[in-house]
């Protein structure tokens, strides 16, 4: 019987309860002008498209390697495997390095359970790291469920971010060819202008992960280690040091690279980094949509409407 009533509940809570909770609809969520989004001179920020997954890969770890002050990574779920390894394995040495590193995983769907526990013991217990779970599961607050942290998203410094769709998993990075390939796409981000860093993008999501980082739905992924554990992340840490070593040997085109990202980058004329909003139940999602110019191919890429979610397949459903 106390089970019975437990699944009504919880069905109640995490199902029935967003067919009649209606979101917050507000300034920003509603139909606006574009021109806020729109720059004609140059933003400082250039742009490096990842499209190949083996980039993306480097990129990561290059950035990593790079970093001389500070680390936010925030991502929906990560898969044991190589790229995890490399990862991980750079976080601890740029945390070795003095850089101050912040790991922000869903708080369900991280996958840092089991073999991969050891993971949260080696962060928990290294001083320059720290990792927490957004909204991690609670079987007394079902409507908590599905707010899910959906992110992709990497902060260096003041200068580099990654953003993308890749989660931190093989599949997102192996050849293409391969059955258990995912075709995706990062955009690396590259501040070129650090003496104004206010016209760049990348202040702006720095603050959107710190709002992620510093609320209440973000929780510590262990408080306190047990003399136990603690000692466990100390011979993590060391085994995932040793592990790079031999990624290194095995994979050497993915570590200790020169790489001259401006080069290869483009520039842009501005960036607005656009979120969903930080609440539970029902969020209202934005969309950008091209002008009929821009998707029937006339000479001008520009968009001209941001709307909301509700008005968006009316207005596709009208072109």
Do not use: C
């Given at each position: ?6 699944l009504?509940y ?7 309860i ?6 917050i ?5 509603s ?13 400082g920020?250039d ?7 083996h ?5 990561r ?10 680390i936010?990574?925030?991502?929906y779920?990560v898969?044991?495997?190589?790229i ?17 590193v912040?790991?922000?995983l869903?708080g369900?769907?991280?996958?840092l ?9 080696a962060f928990?217990?290294h001083?320059?790291?720290?990792l ?7 079987l007394?607050?079902?409507w908590?469920?599905?707010n ?5 998203l ?5 200068e ?23 075709k995706d796409r ?13 016209i760049?993008?990348?202040p ?7 709002a992620?980082?510093?609320?209440d ?12 554990q603690?000692?466990?992340g ?5 085994q995932?040091?040793a592990?790079r ?9 993915m570590?200790?690279?020169e790489?001259?990202?401006?080069e290869l980058?483009i ?19 934005v969309h950008i949509i091209?002008?009929k110019?821009?998707?029937?191919g006339?000479?001008s ?13 009316s207005?596709?459903h009208?072109?």
């Amino acid at each position: 019987m106390t089970l019975t009533i437990y699944l009504v509940y919880a069905l109640i809570f995490s199902v029935s309860i967003f067919r009649v909770y209606e979101p917050i609809v507000n300034a920003e969520t509603s139909e606006q002008s574009i021109d806020r989004f729109w720059g004609e001179e140059s933003s400082g920020d250039d742009v490096v498209l990842l499209d190949d997954g083996h980039h993306a890969a480097i990129a990561r770890i290059n950035l990593i390697e790079q970093a001389k002050n500070s680390i936010q990574i925030a991502y929906y779920t990560v898969q044991k495997g190589v790229i995890a390894d490399a990862i991980f394995s750079s976080i601890i040495g740029a945390a070795d390095r003095g850089v101050e590193v912040e790991v922000l995983l869903d708080g369900i769907f991280h996958n840092l359970r089991g073999s991969m526990k050891d993971i949260v013991y080696a962060f928990t217990q290294h001083p320059n790291i720290e990792l927490k779970y957004y909204e991690p599961l609670n079987l007394l607050t079902p409507w908590t469920w599905n707010n899910r942290l959906h992110d992709k998203l990497m902060i260096i410094d003041q200068e580099y971010a990654i953003i993308g769709g890749r989660n931190l998993a093989d599949k997102y990075f192996i050849q293409e060819k391969s059955e258990d390939a995912v075709k995706d796409r990062d955009v690396l981000i590259m501040n070129t202008n650090q003496q104004s860093s206010d016209i760049s993008v990348i202040p702006q999501m720095k603050t959107y992960f710190a709002a992620l980082w510093d609320h209440d739905f973000s929780k510590p992924a262990i408080k306190k280690l047990s003399k136990r554990q603690e000692q466990k992340g100390e011979n993590h840490a060391i085994q995932l040091l040793a592990d790079r070593n031999q990624l290194a040997i095995d994979f050497p085109h993915m570590f200790n690279q020169e790489i001259n990202w401006e080069e290869l980058s483009i520039p842009t004329n501005k960036i607005s980094f656009i979120h969903n909003p930080i609440q539970r139940m029902n969020n209202v999602k934005v969309h950008i949509i091209p002008s009929k110019k821009a998707l029937f191919g006339a000479n001008s890429s520009r968009v001209d409407t941001v709307l909301s979610r509700d008005n968006m397949l009316s207005f596709l459903h009208n072109i």
